[in-house]
């Protein structure tokens, strides 16, 4: 497949950025630019991340991307990917989303990792993760594809800063080495109705091995290490739910309490 020229992967850049700011849906880029795969997919997300830097934003941590395998059935793919997290994208526990805000929000359970030291590839391990955690914090992340029904290629959805909208995360922190993080339940209810349980080795088996698969691959694409001080959220754990005006959306954590959203 043909490569994209440097014009061509900022206009997929921008067309991304833009509609997230106008909050509005846009085709897949893919029809325009069928080259566009997922290498293509991470360059044009590098391109993004200048245009929201420029913009004045800054990037306070990462997203990890169908690393569960109820992701994976979900949105019909076997590869995880990444994107940015800005300060910008921050919900405060206790303050509602505004669902005019996007254009049709998700919200997903995911446990998040703040970051000590940093993590430097090509050879991190998930021992060498939970040494360099500063806490684990229970969280709620809010997906917001820029595409026409939620619908993509790979190519699209890392360009696309794989749907990133929103975070929650709890105040409530935890050493990670005193948790079972691999069989540790959740359990995800919107209005008082379940929607999901998992353990959190859905996601990779643990979800510091995902996070240290992503230090890796994030430095053999960058260079660059995840800093200290910098959080990764590893990634869904149960399905995605649509939300609504009205819904109040609950994640309860074995050991680690509640994280909840309301939608206004
Ligand atoms: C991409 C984002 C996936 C997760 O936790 O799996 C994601 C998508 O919209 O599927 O955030
Ligand atoms: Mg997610």
Same mark, same amino acid.
């Given at each position: 497949?043909?490569?994209?020229?440097?014009?061509?992967?900022?206009?997929?850049?921008?067309?991304?950025?833009?509609? /997230? &700011?106008? !909050?509005?849906?846009?085709?897949?880029?893919?029809?325009?630019?069928?080259?566009?795969?997922?290498?293509?997919?991470?360059?044009? &997300?590098?391109?993004?991340? &200048?245009?929201?830097?420029?913009?004045?934003?800054?990037?306070?941590?990462?997203?990890?991307?169908?690393?569960?395998?109820?992701?994976? #059935?979900?949105?019909?793919?076997?590869?995880?990917?990444?994107?940015?997290?800005?300060?910008?994208?921050?919900?405060?526990?206790?303050?509602?989303?505004?669902?005019?805000?996007?254009?049709?929000?998700?919200?997903?359970?995911?446990?998040?990792?703040?970051?000590?030291?940093?993590?430097? =590839?090509?050879?991190?391990?998930?021992? #060498?993760?939970?040494?360099?955690?500063?806490?684990?914090?229970?969280?709620? /992340?809010?997906?917001?594809? !820029?595409?026409?029904? $939620?619908? $993509?290629?790979?190519?699209?959805?890392?360009?696309?800063?794989?749907?990133?909208?929103?975070?929650?995360?709890?105040?409530?922190?935890?050493?990670?080495? /005193?948790?079972?993080?691999?069989?540790?339940?959740? !359990?995800?209810?919107?209005?008082?109705?379940?929607?999901?349980?998992?353990?959190?080795?859905?996601?990779?088996?643990?979800?510091?091995?995902?996070?240290?698969?992503?230090?890796?691959?994030?430095?053999?694409?960058?260079?660059?290490?995840?800093?200290?001080?910098? $959080?990764?959220?590893?990634? =869904?754990?149960?399905?995605?739910?649509?939300?609504?005006?009205?819904?109040?959306?609950?994640?309860?954590?074995?050991?680690?309490? /509640?994280?909840?959203?309301?939608?206004?």
């Amino acid at each position: 497949m043909e490569q994209l020229t440097l014009e061509q992967r900022m206009d997929c850049a921008r067309r991304s950025w833009q509609a /997230e &700011q106008d !909050r509005r849906e846009i085709e897949m880029l893919t029809l325009t630019y069928p080259g566009l795969d997922r290498e293509e997919g991470y360059a044009v &997300q590098e391109l993004r991340n &200048q245009l929201v830097e420029q913009a004045g934003h800054r990037v306070v941590g990462y997203k990890l991307g169908s690393t569960s395998l109820r992701k994976r #059935q979900q949105m019909g793919t076997t590869a995880s990917s990444y994107g940015r997290l800005y300060e910008y994208m921050a919900i405060p526990p206790g303050q509602p989303l505004e669902l005019d805000r996007f254009i049709h929000p998700k919200v997903e359970p995911e446990i998040t990792f703040v970051l000590g030291r940093d993590l430097c =590839g090509p050879n991190v391990t998930a021992a #060498q993760v939970m040494a360099a955690a500063e806490c684990v914090v229970c969280s709620l /992340e809010v997906i917001d594809s !820029r595409y026409v029904n $939620f619908k $993509f290629t790979g190519g699209d959805v890392v360009s696309d800063n794989i749907s990133g909208g929103a975070y929650v995360l709890s105040g409530q922190k935890y050493d990670p080495k /005193e948790l079972d993080l691999e069989l540790l339940g959740v !359990r995800l209810a919107v209005n008082g109705v379940d929607q999901g349980y998992a353990a959190c080795c859905e996601v990779l088996g643990h979800p510091a091995r995902a996070l240290a698969e992503f230090a890796n691959i994030f430095f053999r694409r960058t260079g660059q290490p995840i800093r200290a001080g910098q $959080f990764v959220m590893t990634g =869904g754990i149960t399905q995605s739910i649509t939300l609504s005006r009205g819904d109040h959306v609950s994640a309860r954590f074995a050991h680690m309490g /509640e994280v909840t959203l309301d939608v206004i």
